[in-house]
């Protein structure tokens, strides 16, 4: 018996010095519209005036706080034992929610650092990105303002752009959005997303043409559906299809596809949920032996249970939310957040 076991030994060391495995790692990103993650001081030169101990939210530093540390505690469980390595928020009021979010909760235990501009949005929400600094080094970023065909600027949220090396290892290219919402009517706001659309086109276009087969990552609130006509036919972006196995390494895909006409979406109105929290990925990342790759079962919306209620009204569940109405709920956010993991071969 002795000696079959000291066979077995021998021959798995045997095995792992003729037969190497590959060195696999992984990574995460996760994208949330945290829903008026604001400060409690008035600025005059944005309309956030319900924002404020007097204004009309009861906006006070207690539930600020609070509002923090429910954020930190769905980006520290949205991936498992550790928190993602890339964090792509929306409906970010300034840098100081920001700063105060990374070192005002247990998120001060990780090594956060903040890319952030202000937006010329009316409401003065903007799309930022927290990074772990150990993780991901960028090596670049801007702000698109989504401009409009007299040239004139959109007073909504800019397009983010970072590159970087990811694990020190290959280059991502991340687009993080929140494009123009539906609050005048679907119709009269299809051209503002549409234009949206066609802007974040031409960048994937010069993103490619200067990098080739670049690896390319989309993330956002597109405030449309994967089947609308600003994702499907001003963007480009086509679903996702499990029986397609020769990807086009510049074609976007959109792995969100699967998640609609589901209970949960990612956000819900009244009875019906939808899918406007995408994740869209180059087919480059959905090649298995790059260095970085992916699936798109790897694609998910997070269901934490604390980040849904009983809907009692329409029956199912619903986003536990901050506000309902006025009414102050005490909750997280009316979107769910949405993540994507990479492997990484090196």
């Known amino acids: 018996m002795k000696n079959k076991a000291f066979l077995f030994c021998l021959f798995i060391l045997i095995s792992g010095k003729t037969f190497p495995q590959q060195n696999t ?5 996760l994208f949330y519209n945290v829903e008026n993650l604001f400060d409690i001081k008035n600025n005059h030169e944005t309309n956030d005036d319900e924002f404020t101990p007097k204004g009309d939210r009861r906006w006070t530093y207690k539930r600020f706080n609070k509002k923090i540390q429910n954020i930190s505690k769905v980006i520290l469980s949205s991936s498992g034992w550790k928190p993602p390595e890339i964090v792509a928020l929306c409906e970010i009021e300034n840098r100081f929610v920001l ?3 990374i070192s005002e ?4 235990s990780f090594s956060y650092k903040i890319i952030h501009k202000e937006s010329p949005d009316f409401r003065g929400i903007d799309v930022a990105l927290l990074y772990n600094e150990d993780e991901f080094y960028p090596l670049e970023y801007k702000y698109i303002p989504i401009r409009l065909e007299n040239d004139s600027v959109l007073n909504s ?3 983010l752009y970072v590159s970087g090396i990811i694990k020190k290892t290959d280059t991502l290219h991340l687009f993080a959005n929140h494009w123009p919402s ?7 706001s299809q051209s503002l997303r549409n234009r949206a659309a066609n802007i974040l086109r031409s960048e994937i276009e010069f993103v490619q043409k200067k990098h080739g087969n670049p690896n390319i990552v989309i993330v956002g609130d597109f405030n449309d559906q994967p089947s609308d006509e600003s994702i499907s ?3 480009g972006v086509e679903e996702f299809s499990e029986n397609n196995l020769n990807y086009n390494k510049n074609q976007m895909y959109n792995l969100s596809f699967s998640w609609m006409n589901k209970e949960p979406g990612t956000l819900k ?3 019906q949920w939808s899918v406007f929290d995408q994740i869209m990925v180059s087919g480059n990342l959905l090649k298995t ?3 970085l790759f992916t699936r798109a079962e790897w694609a998910k919306i997070v269901q934490l249970p604390f980040l849904l209620e009983n809907d009692e009204r329409y029956g199912g569940i619903k986003p536990n939310r901050t506000y309902i109405g006025f009414r102050y709920n005490g909750g997280f956010s009316d979107h769910l957040p949405v993540l994507l993991k990479l492997q990484i071969n090196r």
């Open 289 to 291: 032996g790059n260095t």
């Open 233 to 235: 036919l001003h963007l």
């Open 157 to 159: 949220r800019e397009i």
């Open 269 to 271: 109105y009244q009875s």
């Open 182 to 188: 539906r609050y005048s009517g679907l119709l009269e």
């Open 105 to 108: 909760t247990p998120l001060k």
């Open 25 to 29: 790692d992984q990574a995460t990103i």
């Open 99 to 101: 700063e105060r979010l």
